[in-house]
């Protein structure tokens, strides 16, 4: 299984851009990049998603190395309700999401 | 947001009772997932559903069944509930067609079983 590391956690001031990174070498050719999050107690919620090139959304951007071995959601200017964990995923099995342990972002007032 | 709900939101039980939790989507999405979500665990998949009465195990589906009989409706029950059970429970739904299997989750239901 394709598997994704990501740092446990990271702080960001608000209003700033909240980089987060991921980490996929394993990830086959025909594998998307999903982002999630979870806000505390609710139930995750779809960022964004990418294959090869960058993506832009409402609510992030995502940028994937030219190599595909790596990942960047950006939150251009993050809020305080941004503060969240944050699922990188890659490998979708059967349709089957497998969630890690994400990165809890802090966003600092 | 997609229009997933899950009842009950909150549910106590007592060990050995049965109890069946519902998700109901309004998309028409062929693809349904119960997830469970413990502290230390992230999410787990339970089981999931392709279609009406299709249905298959996640991996951690030992003490949980599963029914579909509609499209809109996916059923979880706890046979006889265990005190391990308790957890917060995750629907999901997904179109998954042409390599887009974006999943969009329900509220989640909180079981507590004494």
């Known amino acids: 299984d394709a598997k994704t590391t990501q740092p446990p956690s990271m702080d960001c001031a608000e209003g700033r851009a909240a980089n987060l990174p991921c980490n996929h070498s394993?990830?086959?050719?025909?594998?998307?990049v999903y982002w999630y999050r979870q806000i505390h107690s609710q139930g995750p919620q779809y960022i964004i998603h990418g294959l090869k090139n960058n993506e832009t959304n409402e609510m992030a951007s995502l940028i994937i190395t030219e190599d595909r071995k790596s990942s960047t959601l950006i939150l251009p200017h993050a809020t305080l309700r941004d503060t969240a964990v944050y699922y990188c995923i890659v490998r979708v099995r059967d349709d089957k999401i497998i969630f890690g342990k994400g990165t809890r972002l802090h966003i600092l007032p | 947001d997609a229009g997933i709900t899950q009842s009950p939101r909150h549910k106590v039980t007592e060990t050995g009772t049965p109890v069946t939790l519902r998700c109901h989507q309004t998309e028409n999405h062929r693809y349904m997932y119960w997830y469970r979500q413990d502290p230390g665990h992230g999410l787990r998949l339970i089981h999931y559903s392709y279609g009406v009465k299709d249905t298959d195990k996640g991996e951690v589906s030992d003490g949980y069944s599963v029914s579909r009989s509609k499209t809109e409706d996916f059923l979880l029950t706890l046979e006889s509930a265990t005190s391990s059970q308790t957890s917060v429970y995750f629907c999901a739904i997904s179109e998954s067609k042409a390599g887009d299997q974006t999943q969009y989750f329900g509220p989640g239901t909180r079981l507590l079983v004494l």
């Open positions: 394993t990830i086959s050719g025909n594998e998307y």
